[in-house]
């Protein structure tokens, strides 16, 4: 399993960013996918996932009617749409899936991608 972000980068408070997820050794198609961030000095937090058909999302309180997730199975990518971006954004941002086999559960993440959000 590996998952490949990208798209984070310096961006202007109010601006926007898109980020990708790339999925590639397992039937991207049948997992749910989720983005999550890490802003300095703070604990990893869920932003917003989309369930393996893309019918259902949610998202964190701090991101609703901002951030958008969507995904393309075609591609085998998940997007991170977000909009208004404020401070409070800045962070490394992380693709995340997970599966079940045998009782066991195997978390899977990507390397991260870095938002700054500044002046």
């Known amino acids: 399993v590996q998952l490949v972000e990208s798209g984070g980068g310096l961006v202007q408070p109010g601006g926007s960013l898109r980020l990708s997820c790339v999925a590639s050794g397992f039937t991207f198609s049948n997992f749910d996918m989720s983005w999550y961030r890490q802003a300095p000095g703070k604990e990893r937090e869920l932003v917003a996932a989309?369930?393996?058909?893309?019918?259902?999302?949610n998202y964190a309180d701090s991101v609703k009617d901002r951030f958008t997730i969507s995904r393309d199975n075609a591609k085998k990518t998940v997007y991170l749409q977000m909009n208004s971006l404020n401070p409070d954004d800045t962070g490394v941002y992380y693709c995340?899936?997970?599966?079940?086999?045998?009782?066991?559960?195997?978390?899977?993440w990507g390397q991260g991608t870095h938002v700054t959000v500044s002046p």
């Open positions: 995340y899936t997970y599966r079940l086999l045998a009782r066991q559960r195997y978390d899977y």
């Open positions: 989309i369930s393996s058909a893309g019918v259902s999302t």
